[in-house]
């Protein structure tokens, strides 16, 4: 089945440090990956998304770009502030196993907190 | 606004009650959602819907039930077989497509005291 691994954390960072969380994917067909990130007592909202291999997402400084070769998207950013801690989700969409069109299932992997220091 | 809207935010329940986690979207969304988070677990399906009259059993099913009645409304029932409830818990959306996003609420804290 479909599964998502990310780097275990927390991660602690100064302000304006440089930022990767590694996320890799196992899939059986041709997912869309997705980021994620939830702050604290809230819901997950969307980061960023790549659709296909080499797509680059973007969003807030944040950045990743879908390897099919590696089947890996991990996130980036080059200068990390206090506001961007949070957990950060990678996920990834793919059709659900044995299932008509139009079936897809989102895969969430486990989360990685990270706090940034002044 | 458009939005997915969880109440409570915050719920407290004795063992042995049932209790409704209510959610509903005015995305016009076909798709919905409820997961399950705990610390160092990530989010867990418990069960999803595609239409309307019509859910699936997640991962995590057992312990809990869902209806939908409406487009807009994914009601999750935890029942008194549900061995561990205290969680926070997720319900979200979306159009049925591999590209498209899911649209989260703000979740609600269930605590079994």
């Known amino acids: 089945g479909n599964s998502v691994t990310q780097m275990e954390g927390p991660v602690t960072l100064s302000e304006e440090a440089f930022l990767t969380i590694n996320c890799t994917y196992t899939?059986?067909?041709?997912?869309?990956l997705f980021w994620y990130v939830q702050y604290p007592g809230e819901g997950l909202q969307l980061l960023l998304k790549a659709t296909k291999a080499d797509d680059k997402g973007s969003n807030k400084g944040f950045e990743a770009t879908y390897r099919k070769e590696t089947t890996s998207f991990h996130l980036e950013k080059g200068s990390v502030q206090v506001s961007d801690s949070a957990v950060y989700f990678c996920?990834?969409?793919?059709?659900?196993?044995?299932?008509?069109?139009?079936?897809?299932?989102?895969?969430f992997g486990k989360g990685t907190k990270l706090s940034v220091i002044p | 606004d458009g939005g997915i809207t969880q109440s409570p935010k915050y719920l407290f329940r004795k063992e042995g009650q049932n209790v409704t986690l209510s959610c509903e979207q005015n995305l016009n969304h076909d798709a919905m959602y409820w997961y399950r988070q705990d610390p160092g677990q990530g989010l867990r399906l418990i069960y999803y819907s595609q239409i309307v009259n019509d859910f699936q059993k997640g991962d995590i099913a057992e312990g809990y039930s869902v209806s939908r009645e409406k487009k807009e409304s994914f009601p999750l029932t935890v029942t008194s077989a549900q061995k561990n409830p205290t969680a926070f818990y997720l319900c979200?959306?979306?159009?049925?497509?591999?590209?498209?996003?899911?649209?989260f609420g703000q979740g609600t804290r269930l605590t079994v005291v």
């Open positions: 899939a059986t067909g041709y997912p869309s």
């Open positions: 996920a990834l969409s793919d059709k659900k196993k044995n299932s008509g069109a139009g079936s897809y299932q989102l895969t």
């Open positions: 979200a959306s979306s159009i049925e497509g591999i590209n498209t996003e899911a649209f």
